[in-house]
């Protein structure tokens, strides 16, 4: 299984804040990257598709970029609905596995 | 409007087993390059993916647990089935159902489910 690392696994941030959550990949997944927002108890919701391309209806403040192993979110100025769970989850080959998650909360 | 529900038991024993099935609407999953896939999450630990069911009827599977898991679909009723072998308390999970599609880099899951938890215990 291709393992992802998602770094931090925690932050606290302030409205406003531009916010870089990472994820690694334990080999190349050329840009084979997704990113997903999960809101508490709520289901995960599609953010960017093949590490940067922004899935529809999701607001420009939230960028994707890498390829190969290391790949970026960034969230340019956070809002208030940004506070959640971020996973990123590689489609390079099966088990399509998912990062461990990074919880963004409020500072 | 895609939608994906959810459906089976909350509570099974250990050793039983699981069967979820995943009704949808809004697409069809003979359409080429759709498919259904199946994530779990237990309760406040990341998300697990488990199996996939493309239109073609290829599937693939966790291989930590293929052996437990069989994924199917009936295109007729819109539906995908999941089901899971030999339960244990650790699989004690919200499970997800979702919709997604291949694209020229990569498959992504652009719509879920709201999930169902399903609690192992005696």
């Known amino acids: 299984d291709i393992q992802m690392t998602q770094s931090p696994s925690s932050l606290s941030a302030s409205v406003g804040d531009r916010v870089t959550i990472t994820c690694r990949a334990s080999q190349s997944i050329r840009s084979y990257l997704n990113w997903y927002q999960q809101k508490p108890g709520k289901a995960p919701k599609l953010l960017i598709r093949?590490?940067?391309s922004l899935q529809s209806g999701v607001p420009s403040r939230f960028s994707g970029s890498g390829s190969g192993t290391d790949f970026t979110l960034t969230i340019s100025s956070l809002q208030p609905e940004d506070f959640a769970t971020y996973y990123c989850q590689q489609s390079y080959n099966t088990p399509q596995t998912f990062g461990q998650g990074t919880k963004v909360e409020i500072k | 409007q895609i939608t994906l529900k959810e459906s089976g038991p909350t509570l099974v024993k250990p050793t039983q087993a699981l069967t979820l099935t995943c009704t949808f609407s809004?697409?069809?999953?003979?359409?080429?390059?759709?498919?259904v896939g199946w994530i779990r999450q237990p309760p406040g630990k990341a998300l697990e993916w488990l199996a996939l069911?493309?239109?073609?009827?290829?599937?693939r599977y966790s291989p930590s647990l293929k052996s437990r898991l069989t994924i199917s679909k009936d295109t007729s009723k819109n539906q995908v089935v999941l089901t899971m072998t030999n339960m244990d308390p650790v699989d004690t999970a919200t499970y997800y159902c979702a919709y997604g599609k291949m694209w020229q880099l990569g498959f992504s899951f652009d719509y879920w489910g709201q999930g169902t938890l399903v609690t192992v215990s005696s």
């Open positions: 809004g697409f069809s999953l003979s359409t080429s390059g759709v498919g």
């Open positions: 093949a590490a940067s």
């Open positions: 069911i493309y239109w073609d009827d290829d599937k």
